[in-house]
């Protein structure tokens, strides 16, 4: 069966440290997936996606993430976070063609010390 | 992207009584999505609502517990009918195009059961 683990359900940095939240997945084929984030009383802000092409893709407030077929992961990564970063961090794999619906991973909440 | 907004933001409820969440889209959609986040947990799948005819619900999930319209492309409701404490979580709606893979979520209802 399809799935998503995020294995890390806290994470605690501090600012200006290089950040990887990891991110697995299984599925029998390449999926698309896709990265979260979710502030405090908010909803779901796209960070970046992976559907096909070049393994390692850029998103939004400096994000990156590689999708590593070998390992099943697609992991979030981040040089110099910033206190604004704190938040819970979603995985997401919607699975190919065909169909819509997303599977979420169980969420990562990073905590940034000043 | 598509601006989506969600009525009510918050509303705390009494046991046996049922609330009606709006969803509102900008832009005309193909996909809308309707999801439950339990407090400390990830986002679940209760149906995609589809213009004109029945929404399509998860295991899980039953019509006359969720009943869900959706009139046209840019609006959809979702009814959380004879609500239990059990039914205190944040509903999203997101949104999404046939051809292209990501989803985008409004801001969330977050809801309250006495």
Known sequence: AQSVTQPDIHITVSEGASLELRCNYSYGATPYLFWYVQSPGQGLQLLLKYFSGDTLVQGIKGFEAEFKRSQSSFNLRKPSVHWSDAAEYFCALREGSGTYKYIFGTGTRLKVLA | ?114
């Not at chain 2, 046991?15 to 309707?34: A, E, H, P």
């Not at chain 2, 019509?63 to 004879?82: A, C, G, M």
């Not at chain 2, 239990?84 to 969330?108: A, H, K, M, N, R």
């Open chain 2, 1 to 114: 992207s598509a601006v989506i907004s969600q009525k009510p933001s918050r509303d705390i409820c009494q046991r046996g009584t049922s609330l009606t969440i709006q969803c509102q889209v900008d832009s005309q959609v193909t996909m809308m999505f309707w999801y439950r986040q339990q407090p400390g947990q990830s986002l679940t799948l209760i149906a995609t609502a589809n213009q004109g005819s029945e929404a399509t619900y998860e295991s899980g999930f039953v019509i006359d517990k969720f009943p869900i319209s959706r009139p046209n492309l840019t609006f959809s409701t979702l009814t959380v009918s004879n609500m239990s404490p059990e039914d205190s979580s944040i509903y999203l709606c997101s949104v999404g195009q046939t051809g292209q893979g990501e989803q985008f979520f409004g801001p969330g209802t977050r809801l309250t059961v006495l």
